[in-house]
């Protein structure tokens, strides 16, 4: 006769595999982001991958601001874009992506650095304007397989979207 204990371990070690299989064949390990350019000038992107939200918001940026003077900023203060230029990070060891995407092209590629359970931070530069700052978002989704997406618009705006998949 089998015992409960040899019957729980049993369903637990089913279950962990079940949940391994899944989270395998659920997408890529890192997340794959898609930019889509419709505007006229090209754009800079830049993704960083940090272990939370919190961690995220305190991660520091060398700036130009509007009055062209030179300032450290938080993610916090870059939440909504404000003219500053020339957004650089200043903290080392934070995995970074960079990528331009040129008026009428697309890219995709994945954001290599993020291991599970981290965020993923994207900021977005209009090269043409000195490379202003126009764009800032923060994703959390602890999952593999995730789908992040970006579209420059021809009237300046901005749209995207996450798949936690």
Not at 61 to 89: C, I, M
Request: one cysteine or more; proline letters at 4%.
């Amino acid at each position: 006769m089998v015992s409960r204990r040899t019957i729980a371990l049993l369903l637990g070690s089913a279950l962990v595999i079940g949940y391994v299989q899944y989270d395998t064949v659920s997408g890529p390990f890192q997340p794959t982001l898609t930019v889509e350019n419709n505007d006229t000038t090209a754009y800079h992107l830049s993704a960083y991958t940090v272990e939370s939200r919190e961690q995220a918001m305190y991660m520091n940026f060398e700036v130009t601001t509007r009055d062209s003077e030179h300032r450290l900023k938080t993610l916090s203060q870059l939440v909504w874009p404000d003219g500053d230029r020339n957004v650089t990070l200043a903290d080392d060891g934070v995995p970074t992506e960079q990528i331009t995407v040129a008026p009428g092209e697309t890219v995709t590629t994945t954001i290599d650095g993020w291991t599970r359970g981290d965020v993923t931070v994207y900021l977005g530069e209009k090269v043409a304007d000195n490379e202003t700052h126009v764009y800032t978002r923060v994703r959390t989704c602890p999952r593999t397989g995730q789908e992040h997406s970006l579209t420059f618009e021809e009237d300046g705006g901005i749209s995207g979207g996450s798949i936690c998949a």
